[in-house]
């Protein structure tokens, strides 16, 4: 199974809009791919890692809480990935999940718009 | 890359609920499962995380009847061992041997057996379309019957493998296996 998620520097899950690296793990073999998270040099942070995730070609998204806003939330759902949560700071590792529910969504959506706002 | 599906039973001593997860979870990934679900009523109450991905998904259910259909919407990579957590306390040797009966024989599912008599959990299924199956009868049934059932329409493809663990067969109760995993 490949999944996909967002990390910092010392491969601790990070939200979306703030990790500044973007990994595809093989649940049986480890990280198999790391880029330098574009949501980085993207206006729309969420939603940019949730189609580079799509153009991986990954199964499951691993979304530290507060990353799975409406849109990045639609890219994913329409392309059949599975989204689970996890608590940031967790090692990549070994990664403890729960499913997506529809307050984390909009719980992610609200952070969104607020990080937007602060960064005006 | 094996997955394991455990179904929690609704359990009132919240302790002792820790104690399963926790121990199923670290049994299972040291036998070589990366990615472990647990579901059932578990009342915010996670393991260690020591498989690749363990997803907990929160469920309450008056009925084990069609609890595999909304347990099942995650995403399971084959082989599928399903287990009943009623019966949690089986250990790693016991999910390798079983692991490997299936990858070593021709038969798509596995079960451990005592004294030449199979039981009905945990089974293994080599793939996604004897899940699906499975997830149809448990429409209809309770999860233990379904899983039964399953096994005699299936009688052809099961495989009974004779397994030596002290735990198999045992009911979660505070005295009975506690003491092995203490």
């Known amino acids: 199974m490949i999944m996909c998620t967002t990390v ?4 601790r899950v990070e939200v979306f809009s703030r990790a500044t690296k973007l990994v595809l793990v093989d649940t049986s073999r480890g990280v198999i791919h790391v880029e330098d998270n574009p949501a980085l040099q993207s206006v729309n ?9 799509v153009e991986l070609g990954a199964d499951v998204v691993i979304a530290p809480h507060g990353s799975v806003c ?24 070994s990664i403890s999940a729960i499913p997506l529910s529809r307050w984390e969504v909009f719980y992610s959506s609200i952070i969104a718009v607020l990080e937007r706002l602060s960064e005006r | 890359m094996p997955t394991a599906l455990m179904i929690i039973p609704p359990i009132v001593d919240e302790g002792l609920l820790k104690i399963i997860v926790n121990h199923a979870e670290r049994n299972l990934a040291k036998a070589g499962f990366n990615n472990v679900v647990f579901c059932g009523p578990l009342r915010g109450i996670y393991g260690f995380g020591s498989a690749a ?3 907990y998904i929160d469920q309450w259910y008056s009925s084990s009847r069609g609890i595999l259909t909304r347990c099942g919407e995650t995403y399971l990579t084959p082989p599928i061992m399903l287990i009943r957590g009623t019966q949690p306390y089986l250990s790693p040797g016991t999910y390798v041997k079983l692991l490997w009966a299936l990858r070593s024989f021709n038969r798509p599912i596995v079960v451990p057996a005592r004294g030449g008599k199979g039981l ?10 004897l899940f699906r199956r499975l997830i149809k009868l448990n429409r209809r049934f309770k999860l ?7 096994l005699i329409e299936n009688r052809r493809d099961v495989l009974m493998v004779e397994v030596n663990d002290e735990c198999l067969g045992v009911r979660v109760t505070p005295s009975a296996c506690l003491g092995v995993i203490k």
Do not use: W
């Open chain 2, 144 to 150: 233990a019957s379904a899983m039964v059932r399953f």
């Open chain 1, 8 to 11: 910092n520097d010392d491969y």
């Open chain 2, 53 to 55: 991905l363990t997803v």
């Open chain 1, 45 to 53: 942070k969420r939603p940019t890692v949730a189609r580079r995730c």
């Open chain 1, 70 to 93: 409406y849109p990045s939330y639609r890219i994913l759902k329409q392309h059949n990935v599975k989204i689970y949560v996890t608590e940031p700071g967790l090692d990549l590792s």
């Open chain 2, 120 to 129: 009905s959990t945990p089974i293994l299924m080599a793939n996604a379309k």
